[in-house]
């Protein structure tokens, strides 16, 4: 999550402190109020389900055998197959028939999983309702739960090892964001509070502990977090119009539909919006953080640059990043959306009418409103982040960013910047009506120095 540098920034002067502090400090306390006020106390708990018994086990052979006739269907007729059948010994690992082999029937259907000997796998029990006491056995799915361990193991030692502790402030800063979403974010939703407002509340609420958490507490943290508060207002903003002129109900998915079948009290539309502010969330405090690093780095290298150079220095690095970006939401959404754009590709209608239907302008709705809200993200936090940096720099009405032309030069040859003495003209013309001396002639070898000795003259 956004750029980060190793070398720490310059002192920030006392005044800025104390501004950014008077600025920062109620921001987050309004935050932890609201969220305190929004905070889900009396959650709806989830309906107890009539699960089927789960059960784990390891597949130990697979037999193929042709599948029966279909007597509904006429003969003659194509098919397309409903197979494989067959059937799957499976040794059960756990539950009353541990340590016993099973026959199960091949699982065959839309989705269903291929299985092949080795496999781990997940039984599901299915008792027969004229004889409760006739069980049978049928795999559900793959059990996944040591391919995830070992690829989380695999996320976080790569965190560590390239940032160390650093990495460890990401990883720290990724569990308190999904606590935050799972404690407070979704159970507040599914209360029945506004979407939008828990949305925003809980994305400030993320980004102040990850950024502070991720960067440490120091001015350039504070630039981003303001940079990002801001942009995810305008975002917010920018969403709630673009919904209204769209006239978007948040019916535009089969999920959407399904969640108002098992909770007709949440706020779709609203709930559209919260998705737009928290997936916003994400890339915005990158690009806030990449362009206070910048600032504070490209002062660092050039301390010569007045405000307005590194203001347009620093904006050419956010027009680059913000250019990558932008493809990066768009392929993001388009991945996590294929099935629907191969849909669309099947659809017989006219292009105007699919590109305005409910569920594709929905999409086309939050690109354009991420998209956005990142454009301001950038003039707004370089902005900040060059105040705050060339604070330091103004001393009794003289910009100390422009340097006599002697001092840039001196700069320049890696020398240090000394000022240069004034000279009395007297003295300057009489320099210049003074006889040139003679050059010395070059030493020759016998009266070169010792090779040991240093060849470096005093100034």
Do not use: K
Not at 209 to 224: E, K, N, P
Not at 409 to 438: H, I, K, M, W, Y
Request: proline share 9%; glycine share 10%.
């Amino acid at each position: 999550m956004g750029a980060d540098h190793s070398r720490a920034a310059p002192p920030t002067p006392p005044g800025v402190r104390r501004i950014l502090i008077v600025t920062v400090v109620p921001l987050f306390l309004v935050t932890v109020i609201a969220a305190l006020v929004l905070w889900p106390r009396d959650a709806p708990r989830p309906e107890a389900a009539d699960d089927l018994p789960r059960y784990q086990g390891t597949v130990t052979r697979v037999v193929t055998e042709p599948c029966p006739p279909n007597p509904t269907v006429p003969e003659g007729t194509p098919t397309t197959g409903g197979g494989p059948c067959g059937t799957v010994t499976v040794q059960v690992q756990d539950g009353p028939d541990a340590g016993q082999q099973v026959d199960t029937p091949i699982p065959a259907g839309p989705g269903a999983p291929s299985v092949d000997v080795g496999d781990e796998v997940i039984l599901v029990s299915l008792i027969d309702p004229e004889d409760p006491s006739i069980s049978n056995y049928n795999i559900a799915e793959h059990q996944r739960g040591m391919p995830l361990i070992w690829l989380g193991v695999l996320f976080a030692a790569a965190i560590v090892a390239f940032g160390r502790l650093r990495g460890l402030a990401a990883l720290a800063g990724l569990g308190a964001s999904f606590a935050i979403l799972l404690t407070f974010v979704l159970p507040g939703i599914s209360a029945g509070q506004p979407p939008l407002v828990v949305a925003i509340v809980g994305a400030a609420l993320i980004m102040f502990v990850v950024l502070y958490l991720t960067h440490g507490v120091s001015a350039q943290t504070s630039v981003a977090v303001l940079g990002t508060l801001g942009a995810l207002v305008l975002t917010g903003l920018l969403g709630l119009a673009a919904t209204n002129a769209t006239h978007l109900t948040g019916f535009g998915s089969e999920d959407a539909t399904t969640l108002s079948m098992f909770r007709g009290d949440v706020d779709l539309h609203g709930l559209l919006l919260a998705g737009i502010i928290i997936g916003s969330l994400g890339v915005l405090d990158d690009v806030t953080v990449t362009q206070a690093a910048a600032v504070t780095e490209l002062a660092h290298a050039n301390p010569n640059l007045s405000r307005r150079q590194l203001y347009r220095s620093a904006t050419r690095v956010g027009r680059a990043h913000i250019a990558s970006v932008v493809n990066t939401i768009v392929l993001a959404y388009a991945g996590a959306s294929l099935p629907l754009l191969l849909l669309l590709t099947a659809d017989s209608r006219a292009l105007g009418q699919i590109l305005t239907s409910e569920f594709l302008a929905q999409e086309i709705v939050r690109s354009v409103v991420a998209t956005l809200g990142l454009i301001a993200a950038v003039p707004l936090t370089t902005a900040l982040a060059t105040v705050v940096t060339t604070a330091g720099r103004q001393r009794g009405g003289t910009d100390l960013a422009a340097p006599a032309p002697d001092e840039v030069a001196a700069v320049g040859e890696g020398r240090p910047r000394v000022p240069r003495p004034a000279t009395d003209r007297a003295e300057a013309l009489q320099a210049l009506s003074d006889p040139r001396t003679r050059h010395t002639p070059p030493a020759t070898r016998s009266e070169w120095p010792e090779p040991d000795r240093s060849t470096e003259t005093p100034w």
